[in-house]
């Protein structure tokens, strides 16, 4: 069984800046691309920021210039940086990764979901 564990939301001020992180653990064989992805309150799911094993990284045109996506592969952890947080950054952010519990067999899992609100 594979879990992804998020950590690091909370409330911040228009201009702050906090940092996401997110641990799978459990039955890996391998790990691919990890991201995050975010849900406003009446919004679909968008993707924020993505990281490939080899550390290549993408993201939406909202946050470029403003979050950095990181991973450490040894510690199977993904990261998002945000900084210059807006208010319209609100929203609960999910951590994705792209797992292979077993050779030849690979799943899409997800985080719990952590909170970020910006608000004065």
């Known amino acids: 069984q594979v879990q992804l564990v998020e950590s690091g939301g909370g409330l911040v001020q228009p201009g702050g800046s906090l940092r996401l992180s997110c641990a799978a653990s459990?039955?890996?064989?391998?790990?691919?691309?990890m991201g995050w992805y975010r849900q406003a309150p009446g919004k679909q799911r968008e993707l924020v920021a993505v990281?490939?094993?080899?550390?290549?990284?993408n993201y939406a045109d909202s946050v470029k210039g403003r979050f950095t996506i990181s991973r450490d592969n040894a510690k199977n952890t993904v990261y998002l940086e945000m900084n210059s947080l807006k208010p319209e950054d609100t929203a609960v952010y999910y951590c994705?990764?792209?797992?292979?519990?077993?050779?030849?067999?690979?799943?899409?899992?997800w985080g719990q979901g952590t909170q970020v609100t910006v608000s004065s």
């Open positions: 459990g039955s890996i064989f391998s790990i691919g691309a």
């Open positions: 990281v490939t094993s080899g550390g290549s990284a």
């Open positions: 994705n990764a792209v797992i292979s519990p077993s050779w030849g067999r690979w799943v899409n899992y």
